[in-house]
């Protein structure tokens, strides 16, 4: 720049410190909107697989709803003798067949007072986690009966999805709702708990409950324990209510995102615009 007339300089400092600002300010908004276009995205996934069920047969909904039952009735029998992985590649291959679908997701959970709507898949490999909840094998399948007692899973506190992160918010008398095969589960949360990994007694089937228990990883960035938000079958408010969310939350978490960049991008070129406008100005007078 040594070389540059003084006015010049000015007007290249000026755009260089609007670019550094620029870049600033996208690094600070990036986070918070790559997080909400995961939440939309994830969203929209559940949504469509919903109404993907929905639109099966009734025959063919109650043929899984059937094979979903008759594993749970086996599992409660067996005494659940593995959690997380089936030692017996038979069990694996008849989980892996219960509740399966086109699209690999047996069905979707929302938890309306923190803001999730998430598919759930079956197991917890670091693939089905990244892609939004998990079911521990090893726990009943999600579709509510007597002594049955599914655990749902899901990341906290991941740099490009909110998911499970504010799960430690929720507290007793809060309720979240899975929706398996086109039916909707409202669950009351009645305990909130945290254990260590290895102990794993709380998450068995326990006398006659129809119970849902949510895990995830505590305290937030350490992860040494489980943080366990457990609730029990209540009846659906209404159709709308028990699904807890506002519909097509996705595509309008999108759209925001846009407009947020969008009108980032505007601030920022008529900001580079108008210094050099000035600029010039000053040197044409």
């Known amino acids: 720049m040594r070389g540059m007339p003084v006015k010049r300089r000015i007007i290249a400092m000026r755009i260089m410190a609007v670019t550094l600002l620029a870049a600033a300010i996208v690094l600070i908004m990036l986070p918070p909107i790559v997080r909400a276009w995961s939440t939309g995205r994830l969203a929209t996934i559940a949504d469509d697989h919903e109404r993907a069920v929905a639109a099966w047969p009734s ?9 979903a039952k008759a594993y749970n009735r086996w599992l409660t029998a067996s005494g659940q003798p593995t959690l997380g992985v089936a030692q017996d590649s038979q069990a694996a291959e008849a989980y892996r067949l219960a509740l399966e679908t086109p699209d690999g997701v047996m069905g979707t959970i929302s938890i309306p007072s923190i803001g999730v709507h998430l598919p759930i898949r079956h197991g917890t490999s670091s693939d089905v986690l990244s892609a939004g909840a998990g079911h521990l094998m090893g726990t009943s399948l999600p579709v509510g009966g007597s002594s049955t007692h599914a655990v749902i899973t899901a990341h906290r ?3 490009g999805a909110s998911m499970f992160t504010r799960l430690d918010e929720m507290a007793v008398g809060d309720r979240f709702s899975l929706t398996v095969l086109g039916a909707t589960m409202t669950y009351r949360v009645d305990r909130v708990t945290v254990i260590k990994p290895e102990d794993t007694a709380i998450l068995r089937i326990s006398s006659t409950e129809d119970r849902v228990t949510l895990m995830t990883c505590t305290p937030y960035g350490v992860n040494t324990h489980r943080l366990l938000v457990s609730g029990v079958r209540v009846p659906n408010a209404t159709a709308e209510a028990g699904r807890g969310r506002t519909s097509h939350a996705g595509p309008t978490t999108r759209v925001w995102c846009w407009i947020v960049l969008a009108a980032g991008g505007l601030v920022i070129g008529g900001g580079i615009g108008y210094l050099v406008w000035r600029g ?5 007078s």
Do not use: E, I, P
Not at 59 to 67: G, H, I, S, W
Not at 280 to 284: D, V
């Open 59 to 67: 025959t063919k909904r109650d043929r899984a709803l059937a094979q």
């Open 157 to 159: 506190g991941l740099a």
């Open 280 to 284: 010039r100005r000053k040197s044409g």
